[in-house]
């Protein structure tokens, strides 16, 4: 056999290969589309740069970086929520991620006074008010601590959808949901080290204070303090990085991303809660009677179909991939369901990978696009039977003046074109 004749046979296998994968995963129109293009294409045929020249080593650059095709994969804020460098919202652009984990480089962050940066060797972490013991720890007394763990949890801004209340406001799932990241956390239980100092039976809120210029407190309930709390100094793998805390933030998981105390600094154990600045004048529930919900901490079930979205619009007709995010601060995602309609019908999506408690999930469900005009919804149950409701639904029981704790349905209308936009139904 020639050359010219194996190559032939080649691109014959590699064909009838691409058209039977295609159609094994239900993807029938589509391995119909690869298998008839007998058009040659460039990307194939023509040898390519990489194919010639020798790349630089990975020596030019130690700490690895994304490729530069993804340069546009990065966080983003809203000019006209951001008061300036030193108070900014930098949103997650979850539609371009996969799977479960945000990678350190692109996770929501927020700070109130810059972001602080510390030094690990003079940072110290003090426990003190209503306990036996006052005690005061080094970063190396930390990691010698027994109880060392990691677990994934995500971190949610309780205004994550805030913007949305008064109807669709911002076109972009990374603007609308993108307050929110999901992380491998290591680090200590909080119970551990508030059992080594002796809380007294007085004892039943902590104040968590941060070591940033803005001196970021919140108040926490002994209970969970107790539960599940952790003091983390690494996330995925490496150190915190500095917007996120390093190099010590605590972890509250399932409740709302403020109380999560960045370059955590002091633990104070009372009697009551202290009604700091950002558990009065902020992070309180206003209602339409002009009263304030507080202590509403835990992050309600949620979802969000982050494909396609504003920000990643369908492109081809035929079999797409629909894709999005669930989340829970009460428990794990049992279920999601798609609609396309606008909530007049529902099908189950396929939940991947492991629904774990208090982090992230992702969903999947296969569809056929022909150009029709489409209205995609996501509703997520979670381990309790709690159903995701609808925004309506939280209007008529929360009003339109709080900009907190919004997990209402989120809705995407995609044109016959492809293109998609943020809107409500009725």
């Avoid at 589309?33 to 650059?61: C, F, H, M």
């Avoid at 030193?86 to 929501?108: D, K, R």
């Avoid at 949610?156 to 008064?166: I, L, V």
């Avoid at 109807?167 to 290591?186: D, E, K, P, R, S």
Wanted: aromatic letters at 8%; proline letters at 6%; glycine letters at 10%.
């Amino acid at each position: 056999m020639s050359d010219q004749s194996t190559a032939l046979s080649r691109r014959g296998v590699l064909r009838a290969g691409l058209a039977g994968a295609a159609t094994a995963a239900g993807g029938a129109a589509l391995a119909q589309a690869v298998a008839s293009n007998a058009k040659p294409d460039p990307a194939i045929t023509e040898v390519q740069d990489w194919n010639r020249y020798l790349g630089p080593g990975v020596e030019a650059a130690p700490y690895g970086k994304p490729s530069k095709y993804e340069k546009d994969v990065i966080r983003r804020n809203v000019p006209w929520l951001t008061a300036g460098t030193e108070s900014s919202i930098n949103f997650t652009p979850i539609h371009e991620l996969e799977g479960i984990i945000t990678p350190n480089g692109v996770c929501f962050e927020r700070h109130h006074g810059g972001v602080a940066e510390v030094d690990p060797a003079q940072h110290r972490l003090m426990i003190n008010g209503l306990v036996d013991k006052p005690l005061v720890f080094t970063m190396e007394d930390l990691k010698r601590f027994p109880g060392r763990f990691s677990k994934p949890y995500f971190l949610e801004c309780a205004a994550n959808g805030g913007m949305e209340w008064k109807g669709a406001q911002l076109n972009g799932v990374q603007f609308t949901h993108g307050m929110i990241h999901n992380v491998w956390y290591t680090g200590l239980p909080l119970s551990a080290l508030l059992n080594e100092a002796g809380v007294k039976a007085r004892g039943k809120w902590v104040l968590a204070e941060g070591a940033d210029s803005a001196a970021m407190t919140r108040s926490i309930p002994m209970q969970k303090a107790l539960d599940d709390c952790m003091v983390a100094w690494a996330m995925n793998g490496e150190a915190l990085r500095a917007e996120q805390g390093y190099p010590l933030r605590l972890v509250v998981p399932g409740w709302e991303g403020n109380m999560w105390v960045k370059w955590l600094r002091r633990l104070e154990v009372g009697d009551e809660p202290w009604a700091q600045r950002e558990e009065t004048s902020k992070y309180t529930d206003l209602l339409a009677d002009g009263k304030a919900r507080r202590h509403t901490w835990v992050m309600d079930a949620k979802s969000v179909v982050t494909n396609p979205s504003p920000q990643k619009p369908l492109k081809h007709k035929g079999p797409n991939v629909l894709s999005g995010l669930a989340w829970s601060g009460r428990g794990s995602i049992r279920r999601v369901d798609v609609s396309i309609d606008g909530g007049k019908n529902w099908r189950q999506a396929r939940i991947d990978g492991p629904a774990l408690p208090l982090c992230l999930t992702r969903f999947y469900l296969d569809i056929d696009w022909n150009g029709q005009e489409l209205m995609v919804q996501s509703r997520a149950t979670d381990s309790t039977g709690y159903v995701q409701p609808t925004k309506d639904a939280l209007r008529k029981v929360r009003g339109l003046n709080s900009i907190y704790h919004n997990n209402g349905i989120q809705t995407w209308l995609v044109h016959a074109n492809g293109e998609t936009e943020n809107v409500e139904v009725s």
